[in-house]
């Protein structure tokens, strides 16, 4: 189906499935329940999920596919921002031009950062993109302060041009007038699910971004970019140029972090010099390797993992942690809170730090290694000593999937 | 004229003349051995002929055409592949699509961007990379990754990956060398059918003597980065010069 194989096909399958019915699966607990704070699915940071899926998707297309370690990709995000408010400001609140026009200038700005960049490989790329996205944060903070508005962030106001809408016009982002906040609530019992627009605008395009990964990773020129990784001495003395084969992977991860930073901007329109920043690189880098890069869900998966994080658990204060132990003797409970207090609320970031150094340490393929140790240890149960020898046998000769 | 005209190639690396006035004509379908004691500069003539370096002076002629200036992967698609010394294939792709990526480049040139367009539609490149794994006798192991194989599948993979690209010239740096005498004399027979079924000139650097003189229509000697003397290979065997300065060495050790 749409030219994919019957499993890329499966895993596109179910991943629109997720995202169709994330709304309802991020809200497992009733809206009164003391785990009320563990849902997830309100549409501000189910948006946050699926849009940095988009971005970190963009990013493995360049890492997982040929090891180029680009630590500058929040510029392209952050210039897609800026461009779809631009948009907004001065043609029209629909989002469509907005998301085009970024997606257009990131992928311009990547060429030409890509193209100094490539000159060098490993570390010294790194730190080239790593400068090059410094250089945009700090001159979107000074120098360019009339584009970018400096500090303050480039916003919407009532006196934009906005030469393309009439005068009855939506004043907020819309989709040919249905706009991005709007949203119905459904209440089962004491569940409450929230269906926004601007969730599902996001999650059809990060659908069809998905799927042209999925393309991209099973073409001949997905192969080409593998190969690159594997052996670039090997590609010369094979008649094949490496330098536009990174290029173009360089670019479309670009205009992939354009597309995240236009839909950012669309669903809340404004754009500030901070979404360039080295640490913003640095999270979708963490993203692509938790997940597991070169892989086609890990990114996605990594990405989500790190927003919830971000969100949700660190909003676990110490009263929430007194209200769980609060069965136990005093002393106790106060011993307990100690120690765990320091991981959670504003020290999420010492779990997820710890937990990506497991990771890296004993699942070097990232979750989605971890998934498949665990489907492999439940098959192995299932079929027993009888043909555990012939399972044997095709483990030596099938190579690892992926 | 050869397909392969060498004239007065110097090459120095900082105090040490690597290689001096080294003229060498290779004879279209023939099979022409490069030998010479260690530091001679072998290698270093071999880079010089693919674009690795560029030589100080002299000039490289491959079919009527310079190839000084070139890249590498320019003068591959010229007609000149190599097989390096040890094996150098895609170690994390599978064996087919090692032999997938050189019919692209074959048919595609140096680059060409089909990101979005199927594996399943190029039934042409795939059969011809079937082919060739087939021809090969690799095909049992297309599913495997490239790492897995043992040193002499390697070996015959990257060769195999070589011809898939129809060249005219094939350059061979040391093919056997840390080999086991059964892979080596495997290799041999390898390199004998490939002669004998393809129009194709091969240029081999070898130290072992048994794979020379098995193999090669024309033997030239270098020493000290000069030829020191070209013929045939039963010349080669009684010739003073290169007893003295090769021969003599190896077969004492």
Known sequence: MLGLEKRDTLLLIVVACLVTFAPILLNPFPADSSMAQFNAGYPDLMQRFVIFGIFAIGFNILFGLTGYLSFGHAAFLGVGSYSAVWMMKLLTMNVIPAIALSVIVAGLFSVLIGYVSLRRSGIYFSILTLAFAQ????????????????????????????????????????????????????FFGGWSFTFSVGYYLCAVIMLISFYLAIRIFRSPFGMMLRAVKSNQQRMNYTGLNTKPYTLAAFVIS??????????????????????????????????????????????????????????????????????????????????????????????????????????????PGGLVEGGQRIGKMFRRRDRKSSDAELSAAQQRQVPPAE | MGILEVKNVGKRFGGLQALSNVNLTVEENSVHAIIGPNGAGKSTLLNCLVGKLIPDTGSVMFDGQSVLGRKPYEINQMGISRVFQT??????????????????????????????????????IV??????????????????????????DKRRLEIAMCLAQDPRLLLLDEPTAGMARADTNNTIDLLKQIKEERNITIAIIEHDMHVVFSLAERITVLAQGTPLVEDTPDKIKGHPKVKEAYLGETQAA
């Open chain 1, 254 to 363: 670009g205009m992939y972090a354009g597309l995240a930073g236009g839909l950012l901007a669309s669903m809340d329109p404004l754009a500030g010099a901070e979404r360039m920043q080295w640490t913003a690189s640095g999270e979708v880098v963490l993203m692509t390797i938790l997940g597991g890069a070169g892989t086609l869900i890990g990114p996605v998966l990594g990405a989500g993992f790190i927003k919830y994080f971000e969100n949700i658990f660190s909003k676990i204060n110490k009263a929430t942690l007194e209200g769980w132990f609060a069965f136990m003797p005093d002393g106790i409970e106060e011993f307990f809170v100690a120690i765990i207090y320091p991981f959670v609320g504003k020290g999420w970031h010492l779990t997820l730090g710890l937990l990506f150094m497991m990771v890296v340490i004993f699942l």
């Open chain 1, 135 to 186: 250089m945009s944060f700090n001159l979107a903070y000074s120098v360019l302060t009339p584009i970018t508005n400096g500090e303050t962030g480039l916003q919407i106001t009532l006196n934009d041009p906005r030469i393309l809408d009439g005068a009855g016009a939506p004043s907020y982002p819309n989709l040919f007038g249905a706009q991005m906040n709007e949203a119905t609530t459904l």
């Open chain 2, 127 to 152: 059969g011809k990379a079937e082919h060739m794994l087939e021809e090969m006798k690799l095909i049992d192991k297309r599913a495997m990754h490239a790492a897995a194989m043992s040193r002499g």
């Open chain 2, 87 to 124: 094996p150098e294939i895609f170690a994390d792709l599978t064996v087919m699509e090692n032999m997938l990526i050189p019919c692209f480049a074959k048919r595609d040139g140096s680059f060409r961007m089909h990101a979005l367009e199927s594996m399943m539609n190029e039934k042409d």
